[in-house]
């Protein structure tokens, strides 16, 4: 079992920058692919970004390349998403997952709760 805890949310303008944080706990979570998924009002969720077990690999939905960021400390059992350039288009409750693979949303087996981004403009 894997337990997941968002932090990092807030309000910002648009063209501010946040990062999110992720702390896993749990056994051999640092062994999984982790992910950042959204919600936005009234949408689906939808896929920001992934990163393999070592970090060698990552991905990112098409709308956030070369504007967010996703890492990972094994260490400190962290993965972040650094967000830049945000758009009220962000805006959207941020969920950290881990136990899939890449963008296949219904391969992860463990979710944090969520934390919200909301960026005005």
């Known amino acids: 079992q894997v337990q997941l805890v968002e932090s990092g949310g807030g309000l910002v303008q648009a063209g501010a920058s946040l990062r999110l944080s992720c702390a896993a706990s749990?056994?051999?979570?640092?062994?999984?692919?982790m992910a950042w998924f959204r919600q936005a009002p009234g949408k689906d969720r939808e896929f920001v970004g992934a990163i393999s077990e070592g970090g060698d690999s990552v991905d990112y939905t098409d709308s956030v390349k070369d504007r967010f960021t996703i890492s990972r400390d094994n260490a400190k059992g962290t993965v972040y998403l650094q967000m830049g350039s945000l758009k009220p288009e962000d805006t959207a409750v941020y969920y950290c997952?881990?136990?899939?693979?890449?963008?296949?949303?219904?391969?992860?087996?463990?979710w944090g709760q969520g934390t919200q981004v909301t960026v005005s403009s």
């Open positions: 997952a881990a136990g899939g693979l890449g963008s296949d949303q219904r391969s992860y087996n463990f």
């Open positions: 749990g056994r051999n979570s640092w062994t999984y692919w």
